[in-house]
């Protein structure tokens, strides 16, 4: 029988996650699709404004870089906002540091909404990067704040929602990009400036909602203000037993102290933990997720579906993302996290190698785009109940307290330089290098990652976080002391 503070979702833990996915983890997915409909009319924009400065047609080639840089600035934007992780989240806590990164959000909102009366393509790119710099941040800290609010039986169903959040931004991004509604030459700049809204939301609401008792105890050693934050998430007054393992926690880890991020590359303890954290966040990146999301429109257009109906298969693939990210919720605390990983990369493979055969076939076989089409969704079925939601659940769970901002640190910047490479190189890749086989270098990373998760990773789901570090006691060659952690009666009926 598990302890009761283990068996609800009370209303303020479900407000919290709410308010700070949709504030934060929105605007990720947001801002990675935004750009992708308005495509065109924005390219025009750059080649007018270019035009009108210096009275000849912009080339190909600069038309090219120019729309890479502004793609690729994102996530640049976001490798730099990883940095920052660590030094804000130790100094701020977690829900100060959600709140300071609006900042990062709202100015660039103004400014690429401002970008057409400027007759300036230059803003867009540096407001993409700004606006990166806060979904760093966000893709980061959400998921560590979540982690660190939540029992350990809702702790991967709610370290999804920022990736649910993620998906709905996404899906949100790609209506609103119909030509009909704001993916026009009149309404893309609307389009663009929109993504501020979320972050005045979760400004107003987010300080009303309680800072991560673990952060409050361990690394502030307030033991009044973590008692008080964590009774008003479970629902009652009795949380002395979470309190005792949050405590015992905080004596392990004593002798390390609070690790930076070279600390962490040299601790034995947690090798094996930070190479798999690594190797998923690059399996997830560099699987293809995000040639897919950047380029879906031209990737339909190769496939051969006609101009006018492009917008809206994209905008039903955002749909399966999002039902699919929602079941992924529901599952992962009974499927656990590892099956999720091998299945979502194992799908994710064999859909890479049937786009690349479907998009070689097209010409010669009249009905290949809609193969072509059904490849691109059942990827995107793989990647949302697996390798885009688990890994940061995984990784909440496999560092303690004085690691997991510094890990954080680590697996964001690996995430968003494998996105930013995936951002750069892709559209060159298959426009001047390997055209339809750019998808069997996809396939070959996602199915190296799964043979990965398959002979190291291992089961998280309903242990505490000493019990994980233990799991890789063995393989790290070193003992992990839990001494009284996993006494029986630890936590009373």
Same mark, same amino acid.
């Given at each position: 029988?598990?302890?009761?503070? @283990? ?15 949709? &504030?934060?983890?929105?605007?990720? &997915? ?13 390219? *025009? ?34 490798? !730099? ?33 401002? $970008? ?16 990166? =710099?806060?979904? /760093? ?18 702790? /991967? ?5 920022? *990736?649910? !959040? ?7 991004? *790609? ?14 700049? %609307? ?11 979760? @400004? ?12 409050? %105890? ?16 479970? &629902? ?62 031209? =990737? ?11 917008? !809206?298969?994209?905008? &039903?693939? /955002? ?41 070689? %076939? ?9 193969? $072509? ?16 939601? =688990? ?21 964001? $910047? ?6 930013? #490479? ?19 270098? !996809? ?16 089961? #998280? ?8 570090? *233990? ?17 029986? /009666?630890?936590?009373?009926?």
């Amino acid at each position: 029988m598990e302890p009761r503070w @283990l068996k609800r979702l009370t209303t303020v833990l479900a407000l919290s996650t709410l308010i700070s996915a949709f &504030g934060s983890s929105f605007q990720y &997915g947001y801002n990675v699709a935004v750009i992708n409909s308005p495509a065109p009319v924005m390219q *025009q924009f750059y080649n007018t404004t270019y035009m009108e400065r210096y009275k000849t047609e912009m080339g190909q080639n600069l038309l090219t870089l120019l729309w890479s840089l502004s793609v690729s600035m994102y996530p640049l934007g976001g490798f !730099f906002g990883s940095l920052m992780v660590a030094p804000l989240v130790n100094h701020l806590g977690r829900k100060g540091t959600l709140l300071f990164n609006n900042i990062f959000s709202i100015v660039p909102a103004v400014m690429m909404g401002a $970008s057409e009366v400027a007759k300036s393509y230059e803003i867009i790119i540096v407001a993409r990067f700004i606006v990166g =710099i806060c979904a /760093g941040l966000s893709s980061n800290v959400v998921p560590m704040y979540l982690g660190e609010l939540s029992p350990k039986n809702l702790r /991967g169903a709610l370290g999804i929602v920022p *990736q649910l !959040f993620i998906t709905v931004g996404i899906l949100s991004a *790609q209506v609103l990009g119909i030509r009909n509604i704001l993916g026009n030459s009149a309404g893309w700049p %609307l389009m663009l400036g929109l993504t501020g809204i979320p972050a005045l939301i979760e @400004l107003l609401l987010l300080p009303f909602f309680p800072e991560s008792p673990r952060y409050m %105890l361990i690394q502030k050693g307030d033991e009044k203000k973590a008692k008080k934050a964590l009774q008003r998430l479970r &629902g009652w007054d009795d949380v002395d037993a979470e309190m005792t393992e949050m405590r015992l926690e905080d004596q392990s880890e004593r002798a390390e102290g609070r690790l930076t991020v070279f600390s962490l590359l040299a601790q034995r303890s947690l090798r094996w933990q930070l190479i798999s954290v690594v190797f998923m966040n690059m399996g997830q990146q560099l699987s293809g997720v995000n040639a897919i999301y950047y380029y879906a429109d031209s =990737i339909y257009s190769s496939a051969g579906v006609n101009e006018n109906d492009v917008q !809206f298969v994209t905008v &039903g693939t /955002g749909a399966v993302n999002v039902v699919m990210t929602v079941a992924a919720v529901f599952i992962v605390e009974k499927s656990g996290r590892r099956l999720l990983l091998l299945v979502g990369f194992g799908i994710c493979c064999a859909a890479c190698v049937l786009l690349t055969i479907a998009l070689s %076939l097209q010409e010669s076989v009249s009905w290949m785009p809609y193969v $072509s089409i059904m490849c691109v969704i059942i990827y995107v079925i793989g990647h949302a109940i697996g390798p885009s939601p =688990i890994p940061n659940v995984v990784t909440t769970e496999m560092f303690r307290q004085s690691a997991r901002s510094a890990a954080f640190m680590v697996s964001g $910047s690996v995430h968003w330089l494998s996105n930013f #490479t995936v951002g750069l190189v892709f559209p060159f890749m298959e426009v001047r290098g390997l055209g339809p086989y750019s998808f069997i270098v !996809f396939a070959v990373i996602c199915l190296l990652t799964l043979v990965y998760v398959w002979v190291v990773v291992p089961e #998280t789901k309903k242990k505490t976080f000493l019990e994980v570090s *233990q799991m890789f006691g063995k393989r790290n060659k070193v003992e992990i002391k839990l001494g009284d952690t996993l006494h029986p /009666g630890l936590y009373p009926e």
